[in-house]
């Protein structure tokens, strides 16, 4: 491979470090009306009465609207493909305010200022309502989140509304409670997970104008351009042929923008006013009125032999998934159908899991999606297996997982269209991630503590974990490639670059299929006008669907490259080569290099454009997989835990860019530190979200982390593109459950419940030091 | 109110509002390199240089920053662009957000202190928050530059 | 509560997280200052105004004394003078007050969120503020430290903490007696740049000891019983003395719950940076 596999610097990297304006706001127009939401301050009310009037008079004030000014139209906001998986349950604006932050008005000024007085005079009369704060008393619970009669589901995901009942999933095989009664040894246990932030840098934003032709532009920081011109469509009820949405760089998304958030507004500004309109959310707003991750807890039995081999594994899960339902389905649904697949040995497991609604901060989709709460609580459960066992965790790794070549009917149960023929996992390099894991980090010298002195000790702990790569049967993409006069190609895709590098890494598998050096792919993506379909940068898809896409668009435009090149020398095409600088008939030895082959076929002869579009959906599920390897130090005085080094060994396959690669599992890294040591969404007893800006939620900053190495497995996945796999999301997900077994191994103490804050840590090292002396 | 400052070395006028922030000032006079990411003073996306001190302009009032010099990426093009070059190299600027900020910052450090260790480093560079990369890679993109360029003095 | 849970109480109003100034002045001396600030209860004087910006008032004159020449670090004799619109930039990196009290007073500001920051918050700002999350504050507390206010005069830190000011009033700058004493600065954080959960400086002069806590989530104090049971031994402590001191500093001090930790948390750590801290300063190896 030329191309592929090479570590290419991003093409957009130098415009983006030299501070070129190229991001949602720096591209709004000047004279744009700055749109403002009036957000609740209750967690559950009705909206009795609300008054604009005097607000509207306000100088400078374009328009104010309420749930009276729209038609009610019921949508999600999710970034899903249509029919969505989650319940219509969302208005622009409704009577019904549903958490602290939900939409209740929407102001629009010529200024900010004029916006915000505005917003502080108008007048709304609530009937505060009970709210459920609770998820796990939801159901029963005397309010109804969504009493309304006409939020529904598109397709049967046992959306309940009147239990406060989301989604229900369950997943079952062979026999649990026999093999649990068969079982030597039990482990009976609870773990939850927080619900996160994922506190990209830039907030959501968009801004909107109708251009010449009377359509609807929708410039957007979102991961999901082609969901959210159908979403808006719906919403506003205008035909999507009537709506352009584009995407330029963006700040990071990391899930928050697999939701549509901010396009509603400016977009309804612009309907009513005619005028560009733009809304940038602010960081508290972000907090508020978005997404988070959702918050989880699983009940777990696992049943095993005495010499280690788990015979069931038994996953009851409930989810929080806030006011709305986008993603619930989903990533409860994930929680269990991308974990128990690594354990393919068990002779039977059983997944029950529902998602709850209640007066929160809606869930939403984040970087590892409902598998990273999954492999919290089962990585936990076997890691506490290994401990009664008296055995090392990767050795009970060892005899239960999956391994390359093998498979599981999980995975024919978890795969949409697949069937029953048998799904093997021919690029699985978990045991390699394994072996390599234990020797970076030098688990033998370490495992499980080292007495650093009096008041400080360090463990080592460990997990594995998965993923998927795309979404088979739902999730498809497109590119269109054209060849341009002067022998270079525009590669057009749909396919969503958040900073990860994805018109990179797309660029070069183009270059390597068409044998062209990069320099050669000229790459525009995200334009619901000019780019064809890709259903956008989630369920970590990009490099396998998209680039399986690219392949196809490629290959595609090399035989009609040479169908014209054979045109072009009078032959047929069986005498044609194309080595990507030149088209030559090998019976004449005659050639024409491309560039002058693109001006003759386009001015001179032929006069055609050669363009072609590939698009691919995945049929097979194909993980990509990571064991991570936690070395902390507690402080046995205060609870604090710092990780001293963490390593994660990927397999994703080929790497089309193993320096891109290598930063996204860093990355990933870090946002499983913080989510087992740092960050979480808090609430008051009210329902008010107490953690609303990056005082109180603690990020980690480069000084929390220790020291981070990566590695990358050299595995080929034959269906990939060039054999890659994934790697956006996996590597979050190993973290938590090894840091907390690294926390055990080094004090005894195990926490279940997320954050392991330092607090928590030295609570339960007191009832230990109590316990010990009773 | 109008106030003057000196902006990447030319004296500018803007007609502000007293509660105005140097950032949006910045931001609504083409100066759109200076990002805005967070309210309250952390995450360091819009640092910028005032009298060659790195600051928040997030947090200055532009009324404050009247009569003083301020610096962003646009005013230091030569300079930002070899921080910029390792970055990309290591690939740690991916969403780019940041890394606006996160060069002014590091431009700042040069200045302030010589060789500085890797716990330095961290430490000044602590306001500068990113969700993308982890920070590792960015630490060696900085180490490999503050060494090219203590290679290119030494000559 | 503290000023830290109040504006966090008023940051959970949906209307606006923003301050709004009518006019803005810059003083160039102190006396100007102070005739713009009597003219309104609501006038308020800027520091770095860091902090004010994270509240909603409605400020009709904002008053700014960055020309007023109060940013500087001096000393005499006697005494450690430093400005009022000192930043805390300037204090992590003064050569001067780095050649006394161990560097304790960089050590007090290292933490704070980062050095864009803390190149804005001023010394000023803070002391006058009296806000309870302060490392600063209690870094100071642990030194001979007076504040010296235009109006009030000087006040020592430790009375002007327990009392504020008697009227509105106007922080000139602060002295710091020079003396020989060793000190210390410790806290307690999860994450790195945030606020503390329990913050403690101390420090010892030939056996006179100043403990001072901060953070609490109130802000710094004197742990007076503690203090008097290790000035009473001559400067002779050993190892279990260190460990009774801390206790009695845990068990006399007054301790909150807020978002950050319980007031149990908060007691557990006070004993521990306290013994951490007596330990350094005493020259044992913890």
């Known amino acids: 491979m030329k191309i592929v596999n090479k570590s290419y610097s991003k093409i957009d990297g130098k415009g983006l470090v030299e501070g070129k304006p190229v991001y949602t706001d720096d591209l709004a127009p000047k004279d744009a009306l700055i749109v403002k939401i009036l957000r609740s301050p209750h967690a559950f009310a009705r909206i009795k009465d609300i008054n604009t009037k005097v607000a509207e008079k306000i100088p400078g004030v374009e328009c104010i609207l309420t749930y009276k000014d729209i038609k009610r139209i019921p949508f999600t906001r999710a970034g899903q493909c249509y029919p969505e998986l989650s319940p219509y349950d969302k208005f622009i604006l409704d009577e019904y305010v549903r958490h602290v932050g939900d939409e209740v008005a929407i102001i629009a000024a010529t200024d900010e200022k004029a916006a915000m007085k505005a917003m502080k005079i108008i007048k709304v009369d609530y009937e505060i309502l009970e709210p459920v704060l609770d998820y796990e008393e939801a159901d029963g619970h005397p309010s109804l989140v969504h009493p309304e009669e006409d939020s529904f589901a598109m397709v049967d995901i046992g959306f309940d509304k009147s239990r406060n009942i989301a989604c229900q999933v369950e997943l079952e095989l062979g026999e649990v409670d026999k093999a649990l009664k068969e079982s030597d040894v039990i482990i009976k246990r609870t773990y939850s997970s927080q619900a996160q932030a994922q506190a990209m840098m830039e907030t959501q934003r968009a801004y909107t104008y109708i251009d010449m032709y009377g359509r609807l532009i929708v410039v957007t920081s979102t991961q999901i351009p082609f969901h959210v011109r159908r979403i808006l469509s719906t919403a506003l009820g205008i035909p999507e042929s009537k709506i352009r949405v584009i995407k330029p760089r963006i700040g990071g998304g990391f899930g928050a923008k697999q939701t549509a958030n901010a396009e509603f507004y400016p977009a309804l500004v612009t309907l009513k006013t005619g005028k560009p309109a733009k809304i940038v959310y602010t960081r508290k707003e972000v907090f508020r009125g978005t997404n988070s991750r959702h918050a989880m807890k699983f009940d777990i039995t696992l049943g095993a032999t005495k010499d280690g081999k788990i015979k069931a594994i038994d996953m009851v899960g409930i989810s929080d998934t806030g006011a709305y339902g986008e993603h619930s389905q989903t990533t409860i649904a994930a929680a269990g159908q991308k974990v128990l697949p690594l354990y393919n040995k068990v002779e039977a497991c059983r997944y029950h899991g529902k998602a709850m609604y209640t007066n929160k901060v809606p869930g939403g989709a984040l970087r590892g999606f409902g598998v990273t709460q999954g492999t919290f609580a089962i990585e936990s459960a076997i890691n506490e297996l290994a401990i009664e066992l008296n055995m090392d965790p990767t050795e009970i790794r060892d005899i239960n997982m999956i391994k390359q070549g093998e498979t599981t009917k999980l995975l024919n149960m978890t795969t949409k269209g697949w069937g029953d023929r048998p799904m093997y996992m021919d690029s699985c390099m978990l045991e390699y991630c394994i072996s390599k894991g234990k020797e970076l980090i030098k688990w033998d010298e370490k495992y499980p503590k080292v007495q650093i002195s009096q008041t400080k000790v360090r463990g080592v702990g460990m997990a594995i974990a998965q993923q998927g790569s795309g979404l088979p049967k739902i999730d498809m993409a497109s590119v269109t490639l054209k060849l341009n006069t002067d022998g270079f190609f525009s590669l057009l895709m749909g396919a969503t670059d958040l900073g990860t590098g994805s018109d990179t890494i797309l660029a070069q598998i183009a270059a390597e299929t068409l044998g062209v050096s990069l320099d050669k792919i000229v790459v525009y993506s995200s334009d619901t006008d000019l780019t064809p379909f890709d259903a956008g940068a989630y369920a970590s898809s990009t490099t396998y669907t998209t680039g399986n896409a690219v392949i196809d668009a490629a290959e595609k435009m090399v035989d009609l490259i040479k169908h014209h090149g054979a045109i072009h020398f009078n032959t047929t095409i069986d005498n044609i080569q194309f080595d990507g600088n030149t088209i030559k008939n090998i019976e004449t030895e005659e050639y024409i290099t491309l560039s002058d082959f693109s001006k003759r076929i386009t001015y001179n002869h032929q006069f055609i454009q050669l363009s072609t579009t590939g698009s691919f959906v995945p049929e097979k599920n194909v993980p990509p997989y990571m064991a991570g390897f936690a070395e902390v130090e507690v402080d046995l005085e205060t609870g604090k835990v710092d990780v001293v080094e963490f390593v994660g060994v990927v397999d994703c396959g080929t790497p089309i860019n193993p320096k891109l690669s290598k930063v996204q599992i860093e990355g990933g890294i870090t946002t499983g530190i913080g989510l087992a040591l740092y960050e979480e969404v808090k609430y008051d007893e009210n329902g008010r979200l107490m953690t609303d800006t990056f005082m109180e939620y603690k990020v980690p900053t480069r000084k929390d982390i220790g020291k981070v190495v990566v590695e990358l497995a050299e595995g080929y996945e034959k269906t990939g593109p060039y054999g890659a796999k994934s790697i956006g999301e996996v590597v979050v997900n190993p973290v938590a459950p090894a840091i907390t077994d690294a926390i055990y191994n080094a004090t005894g103490v195990r926490i279940r419940e997320l954050p392991a804050i330092p607090e928590k840590v030295y609570m339960e090292l007191l009832k230990k030091k109590i316990k010990s002396k009773c | ?155 | 509560m503290l000023a830290l849970f109040n504006i966090a109480n008023s940051i959970t109003q949906e209307v606006k997280r923003m301050i709004t100034i009518r006019e803005y002045f810059k003083a160039k001396t102190l006396e100007e200052a102070y005739g713009q600030l009597i003219c309104n209860r609501k006038n308020t004087v800027f520091g770095g105004g860091a902090f004010i910006r994270m509240g909603s008032k409605n400020i009709p004159l904002a008053i700014d004394l960055s020309e007023a020449g109060l940013a500087y670090i001096e000393e005499d004799e006697h005494e450690i003078k430093i400005g009022a619109m000192t930043t805390f930039g300037d204090i992590e990196h003064s050569q001067l007050l780095s050649k006394y009290f161990d560097n304790m007073l960089a050590k007090s500001v290292r933490e704070i969120v980062g050095i864009q920051l803390r190149n804005i918050v001023t010394v000023g700002g803070t002391v006058y503020s009296r806000y309870g999350f302060s490392d600063f504050l209690t870094g100071l507390l642990a030194l001979d430290t007076y504040v010296n206010l235009y109006k009030g005069g000087t006040i020592p830190l430790e009375r002007f903490l327990k009392e504020g000011p008697k009227e509105e009033d106007i922080l000139e700058n602060l002295s710091i007696k020079k003396d020989n004493r060793k000190a210390t600065f410790l806290s307690m954080r999860n994450c790195k740049g945030d606020y503390a959960i329990l913050n403690v400086a101390l420090s010892n002069l030939d056996g006179k000891f100043r403990i001072a806590v901060g953070a609490r989530p109130n802000r710094a104090t004197l742990a007076y019983e503690a203090m008097k049971y290790l000035d009473r031994l001559n400067n002779q402590i050993t190892k279990e003395d260190i460990h009774k001191a801390a206790k009695i500093a845990s068990e006399e001090l007054v301790f909150g719950t807020n978002t950050r930790g319980s007031s149990f948390y908060r007691k557990q750590i006070c004993y521990v940076l306290i013994k951490q801290g007596l330990m350094e300063v005493l020259g044992y190896e913890d």
Do not use: W
């Not at chain 2, 600051?55 to 070899?82: M, P, Q, R, Y």
């Open chain 2, 1 to 155: 109110m109008k106030i003057e400052m000196k902006v990447n070395g030319q004296n500018k006028q803007f007609d502000i509002s007293p509660d105005e922030y140097l950032v949006d000032t910045l931001r609504n006079n083409g100066y759109t390199s200076v990002k805005k990411g967070c309210d309250t003073g952390v995450c360091g996306c819009c640092t910028v240089h005032m009298d060659g001190k790195a600051i928040l302009s997030c947090v200055i009032l532009s009324a404050k920053a009247a009569g003083h010099e301020i610096t962003t990426i646009e005013g230091v093009k030569e300079e930002a662009k070899k921080v910029g070059e390792y970055l990309v190299e290591e690939g740690v600027e991916q969403c780019g957000y940041c890394s606006t900020g996160l060069i002014m910052n590091i431009l700042y450090m040069e200045k302030h202190i010589k060789e500085p260790s890797d716990e330095e480093i961290l430490h000044y560079l602590s306001g500068n928050l990113c969700r993308c990369t982890g920070y590792t890679g960015q630490l060696r993109a900085i180490k490999k530059y503050l060494e090219a360029r203590k290679n290119e003095n030494s000559k």
